[in-house]
């Protein structure tokens, strides 16, 4: 590292934001790494901003009185809440990178992380070991959103040389916080009711599968494709990345081996048609090869340490 880095979260009171600060602060010192949101998280250890995404001037301010050198930008709309209010999430998702990309490319800004999503996928995806390179026509405006932030940082990067990172995320399970607005929520809810209630009522059917990721797998992955070397980067729109696929039912049977009198009911709602446009499972063999990826977490070792973690917490 050449120079001491100034890093940015938007979106930092979220699922991802509010572990991903900690490890950055971890790694680069409390005050280098700035978390802002709409609203402050009541929790914060180091500088926090707010900021509303949308308004580019007071970006624009925070990344010059700063010295911002990273930007790691998640703030946005989720999939399930997105179709509440589809010009919003556009709005939201697209604009406000828009401003960052411009940031960028105005010299302001070294790099940036971008976090795209299965939902980018669609029924014309192959399933199984979706490939990097594929047929993507997403059904949610949150996944279009999410090809079209794509798509830009790959234009912004051949055509001004901005040098953004991004991963397409499967499903995030964490102990750390209760996720908002997201098809796979399922997967860290049913862990919370399992052990306040030892039952569940599961919003998609039980043999749904769908790719998913354990919080420290997500956090290691994102920090070591921003610290890896420029020229090992061959994709500039999104990596695949995996990390374990399963289904509701799979999930609830490992609880069991921990929780014998846990039970679990299906009711699928509308997210059971999100679902089942999405993929099963994802071959992320670019990353591995090209920044060497590797996950650690299987769905046995993700069950028995959410629960050793929520116990102590709820």
Not at 46 to 74: C, K, M, T, W
Not at 90 to 110: F, H, M, Q, S
Not at 201 to 210: D, I, K, R
Request: glycine residues 8%; hydrophobic residues 35%.
């Amino acid at each position: 590292m050449t120079k001491r880095e100034r890093i940015l979260v938007t979106g930092a009171s979220g699922q991802i934001g509010t572990v991903l600060v900690q490890e950055l602060r971890s790694i680069y010192g409390i005050d280098q790494v700035i978390e802002s949101d709409i609203k402050h998280p009541g929790n914060s250890d180091g500088p926090f901003v707010g900021l509303d995404i949308l308004n580019a001037q007071r970006l624009g301010e925070i990344v010059d009185d700063f010295e911002i050198s990273q930007i790691y930008h998640l703030a946005a709309i989720l999939s399930a809440n997105g179709e509440w209010n589809p010009m919003k999430t556009w709005n939201v998702n697209l604009n406000g990178y828009l401003t960052i990309l411009e940031l960028a490319k105005e010299k302001r800004i070294d790099k940036i992380f971008y976090p795209s999503t299965i939902a980018v996928f669609g029924k014309t995806t192959p399933r199984s070991l979706t490939p990097q390179h594929t047929s993507m026509i997403p059904e949610t405006i949150y996944g279009i959103s999410k090809q079209s932030g794509e798509l830009l940082s790959n234009y912004y990067h051949l055509r001004y040389g901005v040098d953004v990172r991004s991963l397409r995320y499967p499903g995030i399970i964490g102990y750390q916080s209760l996720p908002s607005g997201g098809t796979t929520d399922y997967a860290v809810e049913i862990f919370h009711h399992a052990i306040k209630d030892q039952a569940y009522t599961c919003f998609l059917a039980e043999n749904t599968t769908l790719p998913m990721i354990y919080m420290p797998d997500a956090i290691r992955a994102t920090i070591e494709l921003m610290e890896a070397p420029s020229e090992s980067i061959g994709v500039r729109t999104s990596y695949n990345l995996a990390g374990v696929s399963f289904s509701p039912s799979e999930i609830a049977a490992e609880i069991k081996k921990h929780i014998p009198e846990f039970t679990t009911v299906y009711e699928p709602d509308f997210r059971q048609k999100i679902a089942e446009s999405w993929t099963e499972s994802i071959d992320d063999r670019l990353a591995r090869e090209q920044w060497g990826w590797q996950e650690q977490f299987d769905l046995a070792r993700i069950t028995e340490d959410m629960l050793f973690h929520l116990r102590g917490i709820l």
